[in-house]
C-alpha cells in the first residue's frame, strides 16, 4: 500500500509534535486530502509561489514548510491574491501543504539545534527549556576554541546560504567570544533571557532598532553579548536537511527533497 497523506502527518507528529508548538502557533495539514497518495515530499522554508510552482513543477505530491502559510487570519483565498494563489495551485495539483514550525524550532534536531551543530557547539543546551531538559526555544553553548568576532561572523557567512542582507554584526571585531547563544529565525524577545546575557556572544534574527540598541547600551554597563544579525530565511534553512534525513529514515519508500530556492524577501542591498 501506498503512503498517504495521514501517513505522513503521523511521521511529523512523531518528530515534531504539535504539543511543542507555541499556542499562537499554526501548525500541521494546512491543505490536503487525507488519503491522497505521496510519492514525493519537497521541504522549504516558505509556501511562497517560487516554492510551490517548483513542487508541482516536479510532480510533489507534498510540499513541508517551515513557516505557516495560514499563521494569521485571512478573510479570502482568492486567487488574485498571494495566500488564495498558492493554495489553489495546491489544490488544482492535488499537491499536500504541511507546516512544522515552533514544533520543529523546539526539537533537539530543530532549527536552532541544526545551527549549533553547524557551529561544532558543544554542552548545547536550550535557551527556554521545553517539556524535557533537550528541548526548548534557542540553544546555547560553546565553540571548539576561542575566536574573535569577526572570525566568528566570517564563520556563520560559509555556513549561511548568502543573502543580500549579509550578517550585521554589533560588537568589537577583536573581541574574544566563545560561549554562544543562538536563535534560529526571529529571536530579539530572548535578549534580557539569563542565559543569552551570560554568552559572549547572541546570534539571531530581525534584531529591531530599539532592543538591539538597548541590549548593546545595556552590555557596555553591565554584562550582556556581542549581537550577531543573520537572515530569518538562512538561520532556518540550515534545518531542512536534518529534516529531510529523519523523515526519509521513517519513508523509505518516498522521494524527499530539500528546495534550494531562496525565499529570504531582500534582492539586493547599497552597501553606503
Not at 91 to 119: M, P, Q, W, Y
Not at 156 to 164: K, Q
Not at 221 to 229: H, R, T
Request: glycine share 8%; aromatic share 4%; net charge negative.
Amino acid at each position: 500500500m501506498s503512503t498517504t497523506v495521514a501517513d505522513v502527518i503521523a511521521v511529523t507528529e512523531q518528530l515534531w509534535p504539535s504539543s511543542g508548538a507555541e499556542s499562537w502557533d499554526a501548525v500541521g495539514l494546512v491543505a490536503g486530502d487525507l488519503d491522497a497518495p505521496v510519492n514525493r515530499i519537497s521541504l522549504a522554508v516558505d509556501a511562497v509561489l517560487d516554492t510551490v510552482n517548483e513542487a508541482i513543477g516536479e510532480g510533489v505530491d507534498m510540499l513541508i514548510t517551515h513557516h505557516p502559510l495560514l499563521l494569521r487570519g485571512v478573510t479570502s483565498i482568492a486567487s488574485d491574491r498571494y495566500k488564495g494563489a498558492v493554495l489553489t495551485k495546491l489544490v488544482r495539483a492535488e499537491c499536500a501543504l504541511i507546516a512544522a514550525h515552533t514544533n520543529a524550532d523546539v526539537v533537539e534536531t530543530g532549527t536552532s539545534g541544526r545551527f549549533a551543530a553547524k557551529l561544532g557547539l558543544t554542552d548545547v543546551a536550550p535557551i527556554v527549556v521545553g517539556e524535557t531538559p533537550d528541548r526548548g526555544i534557542g540553544r546555547t553553548g560553546k565553540l571548539p576554541e576561542a575566536m574573535t568576532l569577526g572570525r566568528l561572523a566570517r564563520l556563520i557567512g560559509e555556513i549561511l546560504p548568502p543573502t543580500a542582507s549579509g550578517i550585521r554584526v554589533a560588537g568589537d571585531f577583536d573581541q574574544v567570544v566563545q560561549s554562544v547563544a543562538l536563535c534560529g529565525g526571529a529571536g530579539d524577545a530572548y535578549l534580557n533571557d539569563p542565559a543569552v546575557l551570560a554568552a559572549d556572544v547572541y546570534i539571531t534574527s530581525d534584531l529591531r532598532h530599539h532592543p538591539a540598541s538597548e541590549a548593546r547600551e545595556n552590555a557596555r554597563l553591565m554584562q550582556g553579548p556581542a549581537l550577531v544579525d543573520v537572515s530569518h530565511w538562512a538561520s532556518e534553512w540550515l534545518w531542512l536537511e536534518a529534516a529531510a534525513t529523519e523523515l526519509q529514515a521513517l519513508l523509505p519508500e518516498v522521494t524527499i527533497t530539500v528546495s534550494e530556492l531562496r525565499t529570504d524577501p531582500w534582492d539586493f542591498a547599497v552597501v553606503q
